[in-house]
């Protein structure tokens, strides 16, 4: 008796103290990757040409990590182009010296020279992904980035019985950087792609595409979650599966309300996560990729596909193409984008600012400069509140943390100088265009709205807006001129949708607020290259908040210099 009484207790510490192991969350893992950027010869659509590659592959390499895991990759530059990478989406805290913009915060890993990237990703997961930030070299230098949630959280829908990374992209039989230049040597846009890609793949649409179609074997009764990836330069995409539903999931690394969906609509630096039931009569689908455009303005309209083959099927048997929406498909954009919506969960909740301490309304101008040189005597450029963004030869973060003057001004305006019937007649005309490294300051954890309103001085479009370090939310949304009276009484400030890349309708206006918590200097530009790259670009800088530990980080040994 006495020896049961004496072992009872110790057994009783021993379950408990295995119990309480097991309750505790995995420790954080740090999660290291060589990066080799290097020419590589690829052959697409009977073209055989040398392009810039990470470890040889394109796409390039996924990164695997868990939320809460800290992330070292090294990067070395082997190509004959200076640049560097920026990780899409991930909010780099107080580390914007991780972030990869070339010129905003950091200068370029010049060839032969090597940059590590080292951040923490903290309150993040789902999928992102990384690309090269400088001329027009993501066209082929991007990949995936797939954060798992923490060891024995679930995801907060059905667990699928597998994933598959589906990255969307354009190719050019031509040099992307001699098209980017001639272009801007004219003074007009540059030639269009000549096909889209997924997973860097054509498919049979295609000549020489036989062995250049991606394909995925299937399980009928299975579940697949299929993590979606825009990382084309210039076009929004519809992307559907013959005879096969989509279910939202997770937009930008956040997750929704659950929807149905026959195709989805993806900008340019988005991702969208949906889950697709293999319940169809056992055969072989067609993935299909095409172009979204809304205005008058010319697109790569060819369409991408991939095969979605059910096991014990063979590849004789002729895949069926989905039925896309049609290219110029407004009310399916509208509609589609009105379905998101935050998951808003006591685990997941939607912290929507509901109070606005600054207020700014910026406006998207495509206009025309006079150049000497160019072909009309005329050179396309864009603006947000008629400030052509001049990209600076000291990067932006560095000038700032190190106080040195006559890079930048901190003096964006907040709104348009000249108010104007934004989405009336075509005006054909700049409004007296600036050019200028200008720069809005922000107090640390203010809260924020802007207002992107398209304007039509040459043509209304569609623009995806990227901002750097954050997340926001989509409160609002609508066609035409926002008004500031009527249209915040229609905000959701209840479970908008929370990302880090938004659309901005054609010929009208959204509405996303951010508390501006995470100090730095950070891009906002529209996630169009050739837009980007005619001035559709500003920064914010967002002050260090009170104590050290709202401050920017000290930055790393290793930064590349200018």
């Known amino acids: 008796m006495a020896?049961?009484?004496?072992?009872?207790?110790?057994?009783?510490?021993?379950?408990?103290?295995?119990?309480?192991?097991?309750?505790?969350?995995?420790?954080?893992?740090?999660?290291?990757?060589?990066?080799?950027?290097?020419v590589a010869n690829v052959s697409r659509l009977c073209h055989a040409k040398p392009i810039v590659t990470v470890n040889g592959r394109f796409p390039g390499p996924t990164i695997y990590a868990r939320e809460g895991d800290r992330v070292q990759i090294n990067v070395t530059n082997y190509a004959q182009y200076n640049l560097s990478i920026h990780w899409h989406g991930l909010k780099q805290y107080r580390n914007g010296w991780a972030d990869g913009p070339a010129y905003?915060?950091?200068?370029?890993?010049?060839?032969?020279?090597?940059?590590?990237?080292?951040?923490?990703?903290?309150?993040?997961r789902g999928t992102l992904w990384w690309h090269a930030h400088i001329l027009w070299l993501r066209a082929t230098v991007y990949g995936a980035i797939v954060i798992m949630p923490q060891q024995g959280t679930p995801f907060p829908f059905p667990q699928p019985d597998r994933e598959e990374v589906l990255v969307l992209g354009e190719w050019w039989n031509a040099d992307v950087e001699e098209v980017e230049k001639q272009g801007n040597a004219l003074g007009i846009p540059p030639n269009m792609s000549d096909a889209h890609t997924?997973?860097?793949?054509?498919?049979?649409?295609?000549?020489c595409s036989e062995k250049h179609t991606f394909a995925m074997e299937v399980e009928k009764g299975k579940t697949y979650l299929l993590r979606i990836v825009n990382a084309a330069l210039n076009d929004e995409l519809f992307f559907a599966l013959a005879n096969h539903t989509f279910t939202v999931v997770e937009i930008d690394a956040v997750y929704t309300k659950p929807f149905s969906t026959?195709?989805?609509?993806?900008?340019?630096?988005?991702?969208?996560?949906?889950?697709?039931?293999?319940?169809?009569?056992?055969?072989?689908?067609?993935?299909?990729?095409?172009?979204?455009?809304?205005?008058?303005?010319?697109?790569?309209?060819?369409?991408?596909?991939?095969?979605?083959?059910?096991?014990?099927?063979?590849?004789?048997?002729?895949?069926?193409?989905?039925?896309?929406?049609?290219?110029?498909?407004?009310?399916?954009?509208?509609?589609?984008?009105?379905k998101l919506r935050s998951l808003n969960t006591p685990k997941y909740p939607a912290n929507v600012p509901l109070n606005?301490?600054?207020?700014?309304?910026?406006?998207?101008?495509?206009?025309?400069?006079?150049?000497?040189?160019?072909?009309?005597?005329?050179?396309?450029?864009?603006s947000l509140n008629n400030i052509t963004f001049s990209m600076p030869q000291t990067a932006l973060l560095q000038a700032h943390y190190f106080n040195i003057k006559g890079v930048y001004t901190p003096d964006f305006p907040d709104k348009p100088p000249t108010p104007f019937n934004f989405t009336g007649a075509p005006l054909t005309a700049n409004l007296r265009t600036n050019l200028g490294t200008r720069l809005s300051k922000i107090a640390f954890n203010s809260t924020v709205e802007i207002v992107i309103q398209d304007t039509n001085?040459?043509?209304?479009?569609?623009?995806?807006?990227?901002?750097?370090?954050?997340?926001?939310?989509?409160?609002?949304?609508?066609?035409?001129?926002?008004?500031?009276?009527?249209?915040?009484?229609?905000?959701?400030?209840?479970?908008?949708?929370?990302?880090?890349t938004v659309g901005v309708p054609t010929g009208g206006w959204t509405a996303i607020r951010f508390r501006a918590d995470n100090p730095g200097v950070w891009f906002f530009h529209?996630?169009?290259?050739?837009?980007?790259?005619?001035?559709?670009?500003?920064?914010?800088?967002?002050?260090?908040?009170?104590?050290?530990?709202?401050?920017?980080?000290?930055?790393?040994?290793?930064?590349?210099?200018?």
């Not at 997924?198 to 000549?207: M, S």
């Not at 996560?273 to 689908?285: E, F, K, S």
């Not at 606005?356 to 864009?382: Q, Y």
């Not at 837009?531 to 290793?558: C, M, Q, R, Y």
Request: proline share 10%; net charge neutral; glycine share 8%.
């Open 3 to 38: 020896k049961q009484t004496s072992f009872c207790p110790v057994l009783g510490f021993l379950v408990i103290g295995f119990l309480c192991f097991i309750c505790l969350p995995a420790e954080a893992a740090l999660k290291k990757y060589q990066f080799d950027v290097q």
């Open 104 to 124: 905003i915060t950091q200068c370029p890993i010049q060839t032969g020279n090597s940059y590590v990237y080292d951040f923490n990703i903290t309150g993040q």
């Open 198 to 207: 997924i997973n860097g793949k054509p498919g049979p649409l295609f000549p």
């Open 262 to 338: 026959e195709a989805i609509l993806i900008a340019p630096g988005q991702t969208t996560n949906v889950l697709v039931r293999a319940n169809q009569v056992p055969g072989r689908y067609f993935m299909a990729a095409r172009a979204f455009m809304d205005a008058p303005i010319s697109v790569d309209n060819k369409t991408a596909t991939a095969i979605f083959q059910y096991k014990g099927i063979p590849q004789t048997l002729l895949p069926k193409l989905p039925t896309l929406p049609e290219q110029n498909d407004t009310n399916f954009a509208l509609t589609y984008n009105s």
């Open 356 to 382: 606005v301490d600054r207020h700014l309304l910026l406006t998207v101008g495509l206009g025309i400069n006079p150049c000497p040189t160019c072909l009309n005597g005329t050179r396309f450029t864009a």
């Open 457 to 500: 001085l040459l043509s209304v479009e569609s623009h995806p807006f990227h901002l750097h370090g954050y997340n926001f939310f989509v409160v609002g949304t609508g066609v035409g001129n926002f008004d500031p009276k009527k249209d915040p009484a229609k905000y959701n400030l209840v479970d908008p949708v929370e990302r880090n």
């Open 526 to 562: 529209c996630h169009l290259e050739l837009h980007t790259g005619w001035g559709l670009k500003t920064a914010f800088l967002v002050e260090n908040g009170p104590g050290s530990d709202h401050n920017i980080l000290p930055p790393p040994k290793d930064l590349p210099r200018c």
